[in-house]
């Protein structure tokens, strides 16, 4: 099955909505929680990390905290800019998945001015 | 800007040529990393490079052959590909191969746009 499950998109909204998008995950043990956004045209960029149960990170206004006891890692922003619109990656690392990045599917943000 | 640098951006070659894809980082990072991106789609592994040594292929056809002539640069050599390989190429690093565990998560290039005509 799936070890990374994120919120189909794309995801519609206008500046200065709020911004939710969706990620649960499969895994034993405690594994490290990712963020990764792609801007079109470019490579993935770090947005942010958690590497412990109730570790929030944040960066740029977004924010996501590492939630054990439902298995999620929910990225949310109060305000969204159009220069948020990209393609964002929930992924996580495991042992038991040899430490490499596993990449949820993508979510696809449009913000409208 | 990021600090990793793919070159070269777009390339296009039919299915009889030899080609390669270089990546340079200067960050000190010990493991270094080729992932294949289709549209719309997350990246998939296709190798990782531990200290300059191959320590993982994710069983990625031998028309793709990997090199690290030294810890700041990773080639990818093409040949003899097919349409369907065509994507967009990225090379990523950190500082090992553990990094994603520690606090040294990968470095992303803007990649390569290859198509095979």
């Known amino acids: 099955g799936n070890s990374v499950t994120q919120m189909e998109g794309p995801v519609t909204l206008s500046e200065e909505a709020f911004l939710t998008i969706n990620c649960t995950y499969t895994a034993t043990g405690y594994p490290s929680l990712f963020w990764y956004v792609q801007y079109p045209g470019e490579g993935l960029q770090l947005l942010l990390k958690?590497?412990?149960?109730?570790d929030k990170g944040s960066n740029k206004g977004f924010e996501a905290t590492y939630r054990k006891e439902t298995t999620s890692f929910h990225l949310e922003k109060g305000s969204v800019q159009v220069s948020d619109s990209a393609v964002y990656f929930c992924a996580l690392s495991a042992m038991e998945y040899g430490n490499k990045l596993v990449f949820g599917a993508g979510t696809i943000l449009r913000v409208k001015s | 800007d990021t600090e990793v640098t793919q070159t070269p951006k777009h390339l296009v070659m039919g299915m009889t040529n030899k080609k390669s894809l270089k990546c340079e980082q200067h960050m000190g990072h010990r493991a270094m990393y080729w992932y294949k991106q289709k549209a719309k789609k997350p990246p998939e592994l296709m190798f990782v490079y531990s200290y300059e040594k191959l320590s993982i292929n994710e069983s990625v056809p031998s028309r793709f052959s990997p090199e690290c002539p030294n810890s700041s640069l990773l080639n990818l050599h093409l040949h003899a590909l097919q349409p369907e390989d065509s994507a967009l190429y990225l090379c990523a690093s950190s500082q090992d191969h553990r990094g994603q565990r520690i606090n040294s998560p990968l470095h992303f290039g803007n990649g390569t746009r290859l198509t095979v005509t």
């Open positions: 958690a590497t412990k149960a109730d």
